[in-house]
């Protein structure tokens, strides 16, 4: 297929083709495999690692409802829970990204969970709103050090064929960890209240961490980088000059403001008639990660199949059905939208991940910070704007935020096919010193 075609750079095609060629993803190749020495201790790890990330960073979403009444606050000011964590680690992802450079990616998601859970075990005791979105955003922050570091390892320790499913894995921890907190926490609240609740994921967490420690090979193919300030502002700089660089970042925010929106909202109308739903069952509706694990992890095999645009467009048409049809005044319709927004959320968010830390050919932890930090730029905007418009106009006005925010995905991926097209017309021309 042309660039057009798969949804890959002309450039990085190009990088692919070579390293295939050059026999980088042959058994020679020295980095992890599929079956290979380490891999499987790897995936184990990053998935734990996953779960504990999102466990901990969504911790209190399901419970919003109970904060509001505990505390006396509206949606709109029990949302900043959520948005002050996401937002603290979209502030802090790329500070993370650039001492991983320097000491090392394990050493980085070691030091921040260890940070972030024991953050954890403070949230249950906080006194006030303002104090608990204080520890929310030292969590968040803490927690910035993994998901761009994770990336990054996996770039440098798997071998290329592997990586879009190696990522895909992590993302999948990801989606059981945010699943798992939030099933946990429903059931928890119900009977004890939501700071036990929290409390659990916190212990849930150091339970991870340590698993995690202990599985995590030691990298082998990490050189360490710079600290200096310009090095990295100029590594920062290239990136955002790359304009597939720059539509992946956008793409990764607008599927997350869609996600943060829908997950931020949905305890709030399922407590409302006509459901009038317990705190355990809206717990429990959070098993619907369980496809976004599934999405996720076949996200290689996706690609492989339709390409990357191609992916990225089943990926937003499926979160946009989800949208309308969660609209019905029917749980089961409501809980379908669901399925479909959260399968086509976790693929969408794992193929632009992916090529990510494929496009870039340097600074790979700086790039994907940048991913990083504009995705829960997204969730933050998304937990706000769309409790807003839950207050507003209720749960239509949630999902019209949404499919907003779907259409931008769209109307991105097909000018990135565009400029594919233009590119590869342009080659032939450029290749015989020709003006174009």
Not at 198 to 207: D, F, K, M
Not at 243 to 269: D, E, K, Q, W
Not at 339 to 361: D, N
Request: charged share 10%; aromatic share 8%.
């Amino acid at each position: 297929m042309t660039p057009a075609d798969t949804g890959a750079s002309t450039v990085v095609d190009a990088a692919s083709a070579a390293s295939d060629s050059s026999g980088s993803s042959e058994p020679s190749d020295p980095r992890m495999a599929p079956g290979g020495p380490g891999y499987r201790r790897m995936s184990f790890a990053l998935f734990l690692a996953g779960v504990a990330t999102f466990a901990l960073l969504y911790s209190t979403q399901a419970l919003l409802p109970l904060i509001s009444g505990d505390l006396g606050v509206t949606a709109s000011d029990a949302s900043w829970t959520v948005a002050a964590a996401t937002g603290g680690l979209a502030l802090f992802v790329l500070p993370m990204s650039a001492l991983s450079e320097r000491f090392g990616r394990r050493t980085v998601m070691t030091a921040s969970l260890a940070v972030a859970v024991s953050v954890g075990l403070l949230v249950p005791f906080a006194p006030s709103l303002p104090a608990l979105v204080a520890l929310r955003a030292v969590q968040g922050a803490a927690l910035a050090g993994l998901p761009a570091s994770a990336t990054a390892y996996l770039a440098e320790e798997v071998r290329p064929r592997a990586l879009v499913t190696a990522i895909g894995l992590f993302v999948a921890g990801n989606s059981v960890g945010g699943m798992s907190g939030r099933v946990i926490t429903g059931w928890v609240a119900q009977e004890w209240g939501w700071r036990v609740a929290v409390g659990v994921i916190g212990l849930v967490a150091v339970a991870c961490a340590v698993a995690f420690r202990l599985l995590l090979p030691a990298p082998q193919h990490f050189t360490p980088g710079s600290l200096r300030p310009r090095v990295l502002v100029g590594t920062v700089r290239d990136h955002l000059a790359n304009p597939l660089l720059r539509r992946l970042y956008a793409i990764g925010a607008l599927f997350m403001t869609v996600f943060g929106g829908v997950y931020t909202v949905i305890g709030y109308r399922l407590t409302e008639a006509p459901f009038s739903l317990p705190q355990g069952l809206i717990g429990s509706i959070f098993l619907v990660y369980l496809v976004g694990t599934v999405s996720a992890s076949t996200a290689g095999r996706l690609v492989g199949r339709l390409g990357r645009r191609g992916a990225l467009y089943l990926g937003a048409g499926t979160t946009a059905a989800g949208l309308l049809l969660s609209l019905a005044p029917s749980l089961p319709m409501v809980l379908l939208g669901l399925v479909l927004i959260t399968a086509g959320f976790f693929a969408g968010h794992a193929v632009a991940s992916s090529a990510v830390g494929k496009t870039a050919q340097h600074g790979r932890a700086q790039a994907s910070a940048l991913y990083q930090s504009a995705y829960y730029v997204g969730s933050s905007a998304g937990s706000t704007v769309g409790a807003v418009a839950f207050h507003s106009g209720g749960w239509a006005g949630t999902v019209a935020v949404g499919v907003l925010a779907v259409l931008g995905v769209v109307v991105i991926t097909v000018s990135g096919s565009l400029a594919a097209r233009r590119q590869a017309a342009g080659a032939p021309v450029r290749a015989l010193g020709l003006p174009r």
